[in-house]
């Protein structure tokens, strides 16, 4: 499987800052998501990212709040911006693989805490 | 959307011996896949088993397999000689063969008693 890491691994941000959160793969990838954890809780998709087009939000996210960046085929970025405490949660990017892209891989995340 | 419940928050085994944990989807689509994510406190997701819906035999890893009853719509994955390692968030997972978006469960929490 794809090697997938993030960075930061972990973060503590004060309220009504930003933070660029950042996936590598390994390998050329043509779809990435990103996924949000909230303390307790499964995993909810924020968006596909698309490379060469504008990321695809789920029903409750919007672009102002999550701009997400796919300038390549193994690089995406997520950014929190104007970050409130309700936004202290793991962040995921995950691609699919396999045969038929028939399994999804997860890169190990990024543990945001918002003050 | 898709709807997958997991109705037991919290499951406990002993060392050695088997636990299942039951999931339950929704859909009216008949070409999907479903998937068990195992979480350890590290928070890397794992993919543990994987199920096609078109497939009749149940998937099988090692000591983990499923039990795909695809009429009642239910997905169990059944622990066997269970060790201390197993010890997590299980998290049963939905993807519509159309689409490779996964709805998620709202997670079982393993834990291994030595």
């Known amino acids: 499987s794809a090697v997938i890491s993030q960075k930061p691994s972990r973060d503590i941000c004060q309220r009504g800052t930003s933070l660029t959160i950042q996936c590598q793969v390994d390998?050329?990838?043509?779809?990435m998501f990103w996924y949000r954890q909230q303390p307790g809780q499964s995993l909810t998709l924020i968006a596909t990212a698309n490379q060469g087009s504008e990321a695809t939000y789920e029903s409750g996210f919007v672009i102002d709040k999550f701009p997400i960046s796919r300038p390549n085929l193994t690089f995406s970025t997520l950014t929190v911006s104007n970050m409130s405490p309700e936004d202290s949660s793991i962040y995921l990017c995950?691609?699919?693989?396999?045969?038929?892209?028939?399994?999804?891989?997860f890169g190990p995340g990024t543990r945001l805490t918002v003050l | 959307a898709q709807t997958v419940t997991q109705s037991q928050p919290e499951m406990s085994v002993q060392e050695a011996e088997t636990v299942t944990l039951s999931c339950t989807y929704d859909?009216?689509?008949?070409?999907?896949?479903l998937f068990w994510y195992k979480q350890p406190p590290s928070r890397q997701m794992i993919l543990v088993i994987r199920q096609e819906a078109y497939k009749q035999q149940n998937a099988t890893e090692n000591r983990f397999s499923v039990n795909f009853q695809k009429a009642a719509k239910s997905f169990s994955l059944k622990i066997s000689d269970s060790q201390l390692g197993d010890a997590a968030m299980y998290f049963c997972?939905?993807?519509?063969?159309?689409?490779?978006?996964?709805?998620f469960g709202a997670g079982t929490t393993v834990t291994v008693r030595a």
């Open positions: 390998s050329q990838v043509t779809m």
């Open positions: 997972a939905y993807r519509s063969g159309g689409d490779y978006k996964l709805s």
């Open positions: 859909t009216s689509e008949s070409d999907y896949y």
């Open positions: 995950s691609v699919p693989e396999g045969d038929s892209y028939n399994e999804q891989f």
